[in-house]
């Protein structure tokens, strides 16, 4: 008899939702702080940790923003992002489409070149040391107006051939996605992929936004769209995927209880929902944590782990092939497996 956590550890799946900046472990914060000499505003690790209580999302965002101040050399933003896929690499993730936020660095003066240059690399080394592929996603921050995501884009620019696509993070409420309709079809005339935060804190008519005026190839959260039939029935019908954040919306007051989380009601509807930590460091656990803990919470069952593990890797952008490849992986370790729930 295999149990859960050793059924899902084996099962070979792939992250959607990461912010790399959301991976920044308090450890490493400090350690970051002496290589730059730069002073923290807490004295220990678990005064960091003590401070991760959040009411709503722009409460954890102020904290985030302030902990990425540490992140100032290619080496630092190298070691991140290796720090990171060690961890999801022992879960058993075999790829992530990892998010990044350059305005949150370039604007205090920090080269983009710098922040894109270490996360390739470590990026690269993951690939070859821990067999974890990835593709980078830009995100403009929403807080900001649609100029400077313009000017990002423009950065941007040497890299494009690295980078998969482009996304919308940060505050959500107020910002919605048509304040970027232009920004986002530029970045689809240079041949990048589109995703945006929706529906996590905005309103159905957020999500309706990014699907109609951006044009999105999936949804990031997307929570708030049960709210709304038609448009659960429009989300169906267009196969869009939903990358969904348990621990994160737990954090984050999106749910009160765990127990109490939509993932397992979004499949039933036939959404195409998808299992991400978001922000690690900050939310109470990685991939496999969040894998385990919903699985629990829920009773999820083994059919509804394994459509969750298909649907990881048929809302990628990986190449068909390899999406196929991975399918029948899923098939045949799920029939070998003595898992059953
Ligand atoms: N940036 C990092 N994590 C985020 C989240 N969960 N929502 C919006 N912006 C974010
Ligand atoms: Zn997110």
């Known amino acids: 008899m295999s149990d859960l956590p050793t059924f899902v550890q084996g099962l070979p799946k792939a992250e959607l939702h990461l912010h790399i900046e959301g991976s920044l472990e308090p450890e490493l914060m400090f350690e970051l702080a002496r290589r ?14 003590a401070a991760y209580a959040f009411g709503n999302l722009q409460d954890f965002l102020d904290i985030y923003y302030q902990g990425a101040g540490v992140l100032r050399t290619e080496e630092d933003f ?40 270490g996360l390739l690399a470590g990026m690269a080394e993951a690939e070859t040391s821990l067999g974890v592929g990835s593709g980078l996603i830009l995100c403009y921050l929403r807080h900001l107006d649609e100029d400077a ?107 009160d209880d765990l ?23 900050y939310f109470g656990g990685y ?18 782990l394994v459509t969750l593990a298909k649907n990881s890797f048929t809302g990628s952008f990986l190449p068909p092939e390899t999406v196929q490849a991975r399918l029948a992986e899923i098939d045949a370790y799920a029939s070998s497996s003595a898992y059953s729930q």
């Open 287 to 304: 991939l496999g944590r969040n894998w385990i803990a919903t699985a629990d919470a829920l009773g999820l069952t083994k059919a509804e």
């Open 78 to 117: 190298k070691d991140l992002a290796l720090a990171y896929f060690r961890r999801v690499a022992a879960d058993g993730c075999r790829h992530v489409e990892l998010f990044f936020d350059p305005q949150t660095h370039t604007d205090r003066g920090i080269p983009f070149a710098v922040v894109a240059d």
């Open 149 to 255: 995501a313009f000017a990002t884009l423009r950065m941007a620019e040497p890299y494009l051939d690295r980078i998969l696509g482009v996304g919308l993070d940060s505050s959500e409420v107020g910002h919605p996605p048509s304040k970027f309709a232009r920004v986002f079809r530029a970045s689809r005339e240079r041949g990048l992929k589109l995703v945006a935060h929706a529906g996590e804190e905005g309103p159905p008519e957020y999500v309706w936004e990014a699907l109609d005026v951006l044009g999105v190839d999936r949804i990031d959260h997307g929570n708030r769209a049960l709210e709304d039939p038609k448009l659960v029935e429009r989300l169906v019908a267009d196969g869009m995927t939903l990358t969904v954040c348990p621990l994160s919306n737990l954090k984050l007051c999106v749910v």
């Open 36 to 49: 730059n000499r730069l002073d923290l505003p807490f004295r220990s690790v678990e005064e960091v940790r």
């Open 259 to 281: 127990a109490e989380h939509p993932l397992k009601r979004m499949l039933g509807l036939g959404l195409k929902a998808t299992l991400n930590s978001d922000d690690p460091a």
